[in-house]
């Protein structure tokens, strides 16, 4: 199952992939197109696009109905969101119906599923403030963690608190990028201890929406002090972030 552009196909060798299998592609990656141009033995379907597995416009709650080919199979009925969450349960269906499942069982069973942790997982509530944490750490999936909360919290403010954690971005790799991602949340606050560059410099382009710290804890008291009932906290890392979401529901629980 190719997804991204991160992954990359020996498409020549039919040990990797065998004629049997299948490869299922996100139709929408130019670069997976680039890759499965050099040459497949294996039978290749798409997700994302038409002529393969597709997905209609989500409703408010997330859930949306599913074609392929052409031809509708169905209606996904779950309490996920986001276009990332969408395409990830269209990759699925796919593969499920290689092996035999019919997709009609496939929306059934994804409708039971409740995602995963760290995936806009809600870690809690404290004031009527909820605290969300998500792996994301990179400018697309910010965006898209972002855009997915924002559809399904149509109220309240969207606080995102980033820390630039892993060695490429802490090496100021895709810097250029981050400050657009975050253009769909009210406020941004950043960590910024031990990076290579100069956070404030570049989330200049979001301007007063925009708060950087190197001290984790002056950081979680400008959030919790901001935060009001109603609003919503994105943390996004791929680590553990100090225990920050911990802490925010703490600072958030002794105002009440």
């Known amino acids: 199952m190719l997804t991204s552009s991160s992954i990359l196909l020996r498409s020549n060798d039919n040990s990797i992939i065998p004629k049997s299998g299948r490869i299922l592609v996100n139709g929408r ?15 290749v379907e798409t997700f994302g696009t038409p002529g393969g597995w597709e997905g209609g416009p989500p409703d408010s709650e997330g859930s949306f109905e599913v074609a392929w080919q052409g ?4 209606r996904l009925t779950w309490d996920l969101v986001g276009e990332f969450n969408r395409m990830n349960a269209l990759a699925a269906i796919g593969a499920a119906h290689h092996a035999g499942v019919a997709p009609e069982a496939a929306l059934v069973a994804l409708a039971s599923f409740r995602g995963v942790r760290r995936r806009m997982e809600l870690r809690g509530k404290a004031g009527g403030v909820g605290v969300y944490d998500d792996f994301a750490h990179h400018p697309t999936a910010i965006r898209e963690s972002i855009t997915g909360l924002r559809q399904r919290e149509r109220g309240g403010r969207i606080l995102a608190v980033f820390e630039p954690r892993s060695n490429t971005l802490k090496r100021g790799a895709l810097k250029e990028a981050l400050p657009g991602s975050f ?43 901001e935060a009001r009932a109603g609003d919503h906290i994105l943390v996004m890392s791929n680590g553990g972030f100090g225990g920050i979401h911990e802490k925010l529901l703490d600072r958030l629980s002794a105002r009440v």
Do not use: H, I, M
Not at 29 to 43: E, H, I, M, S
Not at 71 to 74: E, F, H, L, S
């Open 183 to 225: 253009q769909a949340a009210d406020l941004t606050y950043v960590y910024c201890g031990g990076l290579a560059w100069n956070a404030a410099e570049v989330f200049a382009p979001l301007g007063a929406r925009v708060r950087c710290s190197e001290d984790l804890n002056a950081l979680v008291a400008a959030v919790a002090e």
């Open 29 to 43: 990656d130019a670069a997976l197109k680039r890759v499965l141009g050099q040459g497949v033995w294996t039978p």
């Open 71 to 74: 031809r509708a199979v169905g």
